[in-house]
């Protein structure tokens, strides 16, 4: 049964690289997934060594890359993939949200290296605010490209030509939006993160990408009250009134995802209420810890 690691980015702030093997979920094909989780480290980076030192024995067909990562590790995994006849899936669905302006060419790197065993998935969502639309891509070997296209003929066919016709105009249009947004993106993150960490219980990397902050909640909780963020999710909807996503959903708990692709205005009333839940809970949990 083919095994496909999922590296993903890296949680709490630090100096050490963590990897960890953990099972998932089964996928189509016999094929099942194992996340290879980074953890402690910074910058967050996926990195070639300890992700195949994790491959015991028969090693994956497919290593799934979705952090971001400098030219020397996407060539090193590159190089590792090529030796190892790995294919290597890198998600650049966010490169357009990225934060400095760091010049990067990782299609580049990997067609030079591994082009023959290389898939670049990209997507309309988000540098274009077209999540609705469904119209997303890939760049992948003409074999690979009949198989997809063989799938997805008989799931969903095809994606309307009014929406192909949209992402036509997005992608060859003016970008000056999509730059506007970003630094809004950057103004919302610096605000949220700078809020949250106010609170010295709270951990978070500030992100070099996107639009969520994923911070550390698990000072706040207690085996005698809330004991997992998922509990603390269910919390803050019931009795503060603001949605998160619980670090379970991601292999990652004691984490929250928060989302800041709202207004300042709802972004700061939504933190508010958030700090002043995990105010009371912590006062609530110090006599447990006396």
Same mark, same amino acid.
């Given at each position: ?64 890359? $979705? ?7 996407? !060539? ?5 993939? !090529?030796?190892?006849?790995?294919? $290597? ?22 067609? =030079? ?91 978070? $990397? ?32 019931? =009795? ?42 912590? !006062? ?5 810890? !006396?």
């Amino acid at each position: 049964m083919p095994r496909i690691p999922v590296c993903s980015g890296c949680t709490r702030p630090g100096s050490t690289g963590v990897y960890r093997d953990v099972p998932r979920r089964g996928l189509g094909a016999g094929a099942t997934d194992r996340a290879v989780e980074q953890f402690d480290a910074a910058p967050c980076e996926a990195t070639a060594d300890p992700l195949f030192q994790l491959v015991s024995g028969r090693p994956p067909e497919m290593l799934l890359v $979705v952090a971001a990562s400098g030219h020397e590790n996407v !060539a090193a995994i590159a190089d590792a993939g !090529a030796a190892r006849g790995i294919w $290597v899936i890198v998600d650049l669905c966010y490169e357009r949200l990225i934060y400095e302006a760091v010049p990067h060419n990782l299609p580049r790197i990997l067609f =030079d290296r591994l082009r023959d065993r290389t898939v670049i998935a990209g997507s309309a969502s988000k540098a274009y605010a077209m999540t609705g639309w469904r119209c997303g891509w890939t760049i992948a070997p003409k074999e690979l490209t009949a198989a997809f296209n063989v799938i997805q003929g008989q799931s969903t066919s095809n994606i309307t030509s009014i929406t192909q016709k949209a992402a036509l105009a997005a992608i060859t249009g003016s970008q000056d939006p999509v730059t506007a947004m970003l630094d809004e993106y950057r103004r919302r993150r610096d605000s949220i993160h700078a809020w949250l960490t106010a609170n010295p219980g709270i951990q978070c $990397v500030k992100p070099s990408g996107a639009f969520y902050l994923f911070p550390d909640f698990s000072e706040f909780l207690s085996p005698d009250g809330i004991r997992t963020t998922s509990e603390l999710a269910q919390a803050l909807l019931d =009795d503060a009134r603001v949605a998160v996503t619980p670090g379970e959903a991601f292999d990652a708990p004691g984490f929250v995802r928060l989302s800041y692709a709202t207004s300042m205005a709802d972004l700061k009333r939504g933190t508010a209420k958030i700090l002043e839940y995990l105010h009371a809970l912590e !006062a609530k949990n110090a006599p447990a810890r !006396a």
